[in-house]
């Protein structure tokens, strides 16, 4: 008998439900790849063979760059990974002179990146749902300048490194001066800030290493 009749008799519910999401998924991905392709190069964005699940928003501030390799993914979808993404994907620059680089065959699921310098993320990351990363406190600490905004107000900034093959979990929060080296993890729910080596797990808030890879 046929491996996927077989299949259908063992579980028709389960593997008829399971075929039709794969069906809506693959649409979904093939029209708003299509459409966020046209939306990035209206932008100045290159992101060469992206695909797209949902509507991601990006925004390029003038003079600034945003680079992204080949074959990354960007899932805004609520449901399509069923981790519980909360919202779309949001990829930023946010002054003249950011720079945000990202390598090839990395996957984003509802992140949030704001780039104010330089942001550089390598080949090959999983980037769990709902991970922040940023490059700069995005207000003054000081308190007369709080209020402050724009370019010449006083915000700190320091250039985020992620290396390649980096897995960041769920809900995690990479701040300004971040380094992850090469094949490291970050627990669910981390706050990165700092140095974290290659080949290691990391976790918490403050995140260090719980052990190495
Ligand atoms: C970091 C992680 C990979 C570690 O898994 P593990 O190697 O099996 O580690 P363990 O569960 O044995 O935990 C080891 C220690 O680290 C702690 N720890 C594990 N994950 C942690 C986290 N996210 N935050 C804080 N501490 C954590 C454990 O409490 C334990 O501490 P102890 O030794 O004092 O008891 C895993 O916990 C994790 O966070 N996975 C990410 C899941 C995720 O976000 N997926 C993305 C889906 S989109």
Same mark, same amino acid.
């Given at each position: 008998?046929n ?8 579980d028709?519910s ?7 999401r794969?069906?809506?998924y ?17 932008k ?19 003079e600034s ?7 990354? *993914? ?25 720079q945000l680089?990202i ?37 003054? *600490? ?17 250039p985020?490194? *992620?290396?390649?093959?980096?897995? *960041?979990?769920?809900?995690?929060i ?8 090469n ?6 729910g981390s706050?990165?800030?700092?140095t ?7 976790a918490?808030?403050?995140?260090k290493?719980i052990?190495?890879?």
């Open positions: 008998m491996r996927y009749i077989k299949k259908l008799i063992t028709p389960g593997y008829i439900q399971s075929n039709l794969e069906l809506k693959q649409v979904n991905q093939w029209y708003y790849s299509g459409f966020m392709h046209i939306v990035l190069a209206l100045g964005v290159r992101a060469n063979k992206a695909v797209f699940y949902n509507k991601s928003n990006f925004y390029r501030c003038p760059t945003i680079k992204i390799g080949q074959n990354c *993914i960007f899932d805004s979808s609520k449901h399509h990974n069923m981790i519980g993404v909360n919202s779309c994907c949001i990829v930023a620059t946010l002054s003249k002179q950011a680089t390598g090839n065959a990395s996957g984003f699921s509802g992140v949030k990146i704001g780039c104010f310098q330089s942001i550089t993320i390598g080949d090959d990351c999983l980037t769990g749902a709902n991970v922040l990363i940023t490059d700069s406190d995005w207000h003054p *600490i000081d308190p007369a300048r709080r209020h402050e905004f724009g370019e010449d107000a006083p915000i700190a900034t320091r985020v490194k *992620i290396g390649n093959n980096v897995f *960041i979990g769920v809900n995690s990479i701040l300004k001066g971040t380094t992850i080296g094949n490291s993890v970050i627990g669910a706050v990165v800030s700092g974290i080596p290659a080949n290691v797990i990391a918490g808030n403050p995140c290493v052990k190495s890879l």
